[in-house]
């Protein structure tokens, strides 16, 4: 920073952020350092590629902010760390059996951000998808980024009400809304201590819901329920996150953590036009295009879906009485196009993706 002027909450909150990405990447460098040179310690090298790839396009992000100019130095310094990172795992990789690396990349989890207007499915699709990908023997970490308590119902968790505890967050002025994760506390730790298993082994991460007294908690723990997703860099793992309905969320990047986005799309046309909304605010990763509950209406203009996940009176009757689908009708149509959806994202590599 050039001159002598005192950095603000905000600055200070940025430079905290980039000393704990910096902490991410080296202990997941170390991690694959230590590896092997066989699938397993090939997919750790995959995994650090991805999470410095992941990083750097948030904070191609973030370099457009307000902050950019006063702290163009340290961003281009984390920004050189980051693409050395990526650098050392793509020349790690480069010198391991074709067939090796072939098959960590193959092991290498989703991540997943499923988007859409209210209303379209998206609580029923991502927890469906959780549960399917589980069975095949994944690891999953579901998270619940909307206080509508969506999520838990379709994985067939009894407890909505939770979140991150207050011991795992602090306050920061520099933060959005004014609170962030706990100073010393990292993705991995979060998911190990503070998740609820669901049926079939997916580990629910809510954001919390919003009480009669207390409207903000959620809130708090915003921030730091993202700075999870962004920074749980376990290659092993699939992350599927359920996001606010509308357009909001893709707005302010809450799907910085996704590889793929998922946008779930009614019959309805005011489903359609949150969309056609959405999708210009997620350009920057690969897309999937769901229709949802279609009988059989057309598939909507430019929209054409990858899946078509059909009406579903079983499914339908399931989510009314606040059950799982996949638990009430497990065979029934829906189920059958959620697990097309999963065989969709599952059969692309991670250099598909990226292309």
Known sequence: MSGDEAPSPR????????AR????????????????????????????????????????????????????????????????????????????????????????GLRVAVVGKGGAGKSMISGTLCRLLA????RVLAADLDTNPGLAFTLGVAHTSGGLPAEAVEEHGGAAYGWGLRSGLSPAEVVERYT?????????????????????????????????LLGFGDPGW?????????????FERYHAFADRVVVVVGPAWRSAMTARRLLPLVSDVPTVIVANRFRDEPDHPGLAPAVRVPFDADAGEAERAGLAPID?????????????????????????VLT
């Open 11 to 18: 600055d200070e909150w940025l430079l905290d952020s980039l």
């Open 135 to 138: 069975r095949r023997g994944h």
């Open 196 to 228: 609820v298993e669901a049926p079939d082994g997916p580990r629910f991460l809510p954001l919390g819901k919003i009480g009669d007294t207390d409207k903000t908690a959620p809130k708090h723990t915003l921030v730091a329920l993202l700075e999870v």
């Open 328 to 352: 009430c009708c497990p065979d029934s149509p829906a189920m059958i196009a959620i697990a097309a959806l999963a065989d969709h994202l599952t059969s692309q590599s991670h250099q598909e």
């Open 21 to 108: 990405q910096a902490a991410v990447m080296a202990n997941l460098a170390a991690t694959a350092g230590a590896g092997d040179r066989g699938v397993q310690g090939s997919l750790q090298w995959w995994g650090l590629e991805r999470q410095a790839r992941r990083y750097l396009r948030n904070l191609e992000a973030r370099s457009r902010g307000p902050a950019a100019k006063r702290w163009a130095d340290e961003l281009g310094a984390h920004h050189d760390l980051l693409a050395r990172y990526g650098d050392e795992a793509r020349a790690s990789l480069s010198t391991v059996e074709p067939e090796v690396a072939a098959e960590a990349e193959s092991r290498l």
């Open 238 to 250: 699939d992350v599927v996150g359920d996001l606010e309905a509308g357009p909001t969320t893709p």
